[in-house]
């Protein structure tokens, strides 16, 4: 068995919380140098860029999974071995992450 299903619903809650936090505080001195703009509403992300284009990031409570919605596709990711790994391509989430920015606003995030 996989270690994310070994995952207390608080430890999940924490986990994913720490993920929005560290994305929110990137994304507060990215916003002044690019034209983005996100927000947060019942624990679901939402980044707009200026192109009209979006990338939500969710949580899937009863899975213990995390999602990434992008222009590309949709990801979902479990966590395993301290990291969130998707389940498709079994890249991490902070990869994705970035990929789906340069791809969706062209900005090289340093996360």
Do not use: P, V
């Not at 070994?6 to 809650?13: A, G």
């Not at 980044?47 to 979006?54: A, C, G, P």
């Not at 979902?76 to 389940?87: A, G, P, V």
């Not at 991490?92 to 789906?100: G, P, T, V």
């Amino acid at each position: 068995m996989d270690k994310f299903m070994n995952l207390k619903q608080s430890e999940f809650h924490n986990l994913y919380n720490i993920i929005l936090t560290k994305i929110e505080n990137y994304l507060d001195h990215l916003s002044y140098e690019n034209d983005l703009d996100y927000e947060i509403n019942h624990q679901i992300m939402t980044i707009s860029f200026s192109k009209k284009s979006k990338i939500i990031i969710s949580k899937q409570e009863f899975l213990k999974q995390i999602w990434l919605a992008t222009k590309k596709n949709g990801y979902h990711f479990s966590y395993k071995n301290n990291n969130w790994i998707c389940n498709r391509n079994k890249i991490n989430f902070w990869d994705i992450l970035k990929e789906s920015f340069y791809l969706q606003g062209g900005i090289k995030l340093k996360i």
